[in-house]
């Protein structure tokens, strides 16, 4: 029987007691779904059409046995086995289907997108959208995070679905994507890099808004290059002044050092 670790409690307004909706679990949502399972999180669904290709081996922890199963029957089991929780306290549910404007979706605190296609992406928040609207009365604080990822460039959103002016926003952003398609399979397409990156800095949008330290009525945005650098980040750049060298303390060197600007 596993037991519970001591560093889940390190973890402050734990991730851990959030429900999350994965959607999607290619490439994109690995190693935010590690992330997920490492930090103790108690309930998550996963949803997934597809089946596990030789192409996933490069950019994924699916395995070689795992070729012609189910992608959420064996992301499931592989979470499932990397939580640091007693088996009594997880409860994971895997769904080999796709999601479509006429799917019934769950309540849960966070619905995360991963899917390919453009289309795929507004059939799904359809599908969240009526769930949403459905359970007008329901005090849960609902975000969506949708990550978009093609080789080492990623974009993520974060919505707070609470907020009417949010979700109309979010969607004149999915006008401008319907129709994409991805032109290889995402074998070809993700780097190993670039899926920790973006689970990393996914988990910080996810800890900000149970924080509450980001404002819940618009949209955040992240673009970034995993392998060059952030282009935009969510919050504000800090600047970093060195002390400038003076004779005083350094009577060989009379020169200033710059500012250094972070961002």
């Known amino acids: ?137 329901s005090e849960y604080n609902q975000f969506l995070i949708d990550l978009r990822v093609d080789f080492n460039f990623y974009e993520i959103y974060g919505v707070p679905l609470n907020s009417k002016e949010a979700i109309e926003e979010y969607e004149i952003n999915l006008e401008t994507i319907k129709g994409a398609k991805p032109d290889k399979p995402c074998g070809e397409r993700h780097l190993i890099n670039t899926v920790f990156d973006v689970g990393s800095i996914a988990t910080r949008l996810i800890l900000s808004y149970i924080r509450e330290e980001i404002p819940n009525d618009n949209i955040n945005f992240i673009r970034g290059d995993s392998i060059n650098r952030i282009e935009n980040w969510l919050f504000k750049p800090r600047s970093f002044k060195r002390e400038e060298t003076t004779p005083e303390n350094n009577d060989n060197d009379t020169s200033t050092t710059p500012e250094i600007q972070q961002s």
């Open 1 to 137: 029987m596993r037991t519970i670790t001591a560093h889940t409690s390190l973890v402050p307004y734990s991730i851990g007691d959030n429900s999350f909706t994965l959607i999607g679990l290619g490439h994109i949502m690995q190693g935010l779904g590690l992330i997920l399972s490492k930090y103790g999180t108690k309930y998550m669904l996963m949803f997934d059409f597809d089946n596990v290709e030789s192409s996933n081996m490069s950019a994924s922890f699916y395995n070689p046995n795992d070729i012609n199963h189910s992608k959420s029957y064996e992301f499931n089991r592989f979470l499932y086995d990397q939580s640091p929780l007693d088996v009594d306290l997880i409860y994971y549910a895997s769904y080999h289907r796709r999601i479509n404007e006429d799917s019934d979706l769950p309540q849960t605190n966070f619905y995360i997108i991963g899917v390919d296609s453009g289309d795929d992406r507004i059939e799904v928040f359809k599908s969240i959208k009526q769930t949403i609207e459905k359970n007008k009365e």
